[in-house]
């Protein structure tokens, strides 16, 4: 069995603990948790550890903390030579300690500690310093997701701008679509089958070609009309810019 440990407790720290339990080739070594009480739902409490000095050699060490602790973090190990990674969208591999060898170990994935996901699919984005780490970061991938992929850091940093944009940005949009449902006593269930089938688009189609409604119609009857009917002017400019946009093919406005 390979033995990782896991250090952190958010909410990336609790999947990896969940997707690592299931797998038939990984061993969780230990958690590190300030908190242990954090992990008891997950994990046997004698695994879990909250002094950097507990922490022993292992196959595998998972930093999984907010992007500013992650050299802080690395430098307390109390171990050399042992491969370490860091599981941020945007930090570069260079902020762990170079005492230990380094990696990367990227879910590109939105995790809320409630919501179950199917980890089969979450891509995994890997980088190592040498071939032997990549090729061990693959094989503990691989046993629980089909969707792995070798990003280094430059990629990693578009990847996650991307990734903001498709997921945080849209879940704000979302957000705002149901304060107006609100605000007008109409169900925002209503909506849910138009944003699962713009989601399904993409699977058959680049989402230059999925693209419909009044902007790309350059509708300006109808987008002068919704921008009229908007009374917040957050929401009024948000409007604006996303309809240029559009109309402008992404192009500067």
């Known amino acids: ?19 690592f339990s299931a797998s038939k080739i990984v061993e969780i070594k230990q958690v590190f948790s300030r908190k242990k009480e954090a992990l008891l739902h997950l994990i046997d409490s004698e695994k879990i550890v909250n002094d950097f000095q507990a922490l022993e050699p292992a196959d595998l060490h998972i930093i999984s903390v907010s992007d500013n602790a992650i050299t802080e973090v690395s ?22 300690d170079p005492k230990n060898r380094r990696g990367v170990f990227y879910p590109l994935q939105t995790f809320s500690k409630n919501k179950k996901l199917d980890y089969a699919v979450v891509p995994f984005c890997l980088e190592a310093e040498n071939t032997a780490d990549f090729k061990l970061l693959e094989t503990i991938a691989k046993s629980v997701s089909t ?3 070798s990003i280094n850091s430059e990629q990693r940093k ?31 269930a209503v909506l849910k089958p138009l944003i699962q089938e713009t989601a399904d688009k993409i699977n058959t189609l680049d989402p230059i070609d999925a693209q419909t409604g009044p902007a790309i119609r350059r ?10 009917f908007l009374q917040d002017e957050n929401k009024k400019n948000i409007y604006k810019i996303l309809t240029q946009s559009i109309q402008h093919n992404g192009k500067k406005l």
């Open 1 to 19: 069995m390979i033995q990782i440990t896991i250090i952190g407790s958010g909410n990336v720290a609790q999947h990896l603990i969940k997707a």
């Open 75 to 96: 430098e307390q190990l109390p171990f050399n030579n042992q491969l370490v990674v860091h599981t941020s969208g945007t930090s570069s591999i260079e902020l762990l």
């Open 147 to 149: 969707a792995v992929y």
């Open 158 to 188: 578009a990847l996650h701008v991307a990734a903001v944009f498709v997921s945080n940005f849209t879940n704000h949009l979302y957000q705002m679509g149901h304060e107006i449902c609100e605000e007008n006593q109409v169900p925002f």
């Open 219 to 228: 509708d300006s009857n109808t987008t002068d009309a919704h921008v009229a």
